[in-house]
């Protein structure tokens, strides 16, 4: 069962414009958030990442906004760059109580054209 | 610093065999879990060790089994090889109680 669900698959972007990725979770137990990015052949790399006491979290041109009681977050990257094409990750954890494993949407794959 | 290493890099196996697969975390770091990778999917949680003992283990078979050893890397194991296998499986570390893991470059297991 795929705990936290992710869209859109695919998405084009032109350079200078704002990539937007959304997920969802079920499990409210979870209470760590981050998004990773992951080049073709390459390990996930951690990009950002929030808990649920703050609704908003920026690291450079990278924003996560996080809207506890929809259990909905997503990620903004904006003045998007070629060099940002890549497949993004979304996933979640919880504690000792829920479990320390990521759990990771499908991912989605960016294309930024020139 | 040098991050999380994996090797080997890439493997081909056969069905019904068994593999190895080696995994060194980053300095500093003593919990290492693993995660398979199926082409176009997200990564999905196999086990955890933390202290040498089994932390925590995902939806994966008996055939899939691993290891700890005191210098904190670890080795995961697959037994009775299928098809379904084929995957790139990542490592990635930790420290215990941080909830930040970095991943390795992975390796890249082909069965036929």
């Known amino acids: 069962q795929q705990q936290v669900k992710q869209s859109p698959q695919s998405l084009i972007v032109q350079k200078g414009g704002i990539s937007i990725i959304n997920c969802a979770y079920e499990?409210?137990?979870?209470?760590?958030f981050p998004w990773y990015q992951q080049f073709p052949g390459k390990g996930p790399a951690l990009l950002i990442a929030i808990r649920p006491d703050v609704s908003e979290k920026k690291e450079g041109r990278f924003t996560i906004s996080f809207n506890k009681s929809a259990k909905q977050f997503s990620l903004h990257i904006m003045d998007s760059q070629p060099g940002d094409s890549a497949t993004y990750f979304c996933?979640?954890?919880?504690?000792?109580?829920?479990?320390?494993?990521?759990?990771f949407g499908k991912g989605t794959s960016l294309l930024v054209t020139p | 610093d040098a991050g999380v290493t994996q090797s080997p890099t890439h493997l081909i196996k056969t069905r019904g065999q068994q593999v190895t697969l080696r995994c060194s975390p980053k300095?500093?770091?003593?919990?290492v879990s693993w995660y398979q990778q199926a082409l176009g999917q997200g990564p999905q949680f196999i086990f955890q060790?933390?202290?040498?003992?089994?932390?925590q283990r995902g939806n994966f078979p008996d055939r899939f089994s691993g290891h700890q050893f005191p210098n904190y890397s670890s080795e995961l194991n697959v037994n009775a090889l299928l098809l379904g296998d084929s995957a790139l499986y990542l490592c990635?570390?930790?420290?215990?109680?941080?909830?930040?893991?970095?991943f390795g470059p992975g390796t890249r297991l082909t069965v036929l």
């Open positions: 300095s500093g770091h003593d919990t």
């Open positions: 499990n409210t137990a979870f209470d760590y």
């Open positions: 060790y933390y202290e040498e003992e089994e932390r």
């Open positions: 996933a979640a954890s919880g504690n000792s109580n829920s479990g320390y494993a990521l759990n």
């Open positions: 990635a570390s930790s420290m215990i109680g941080a909830d930040t893991q970095y």
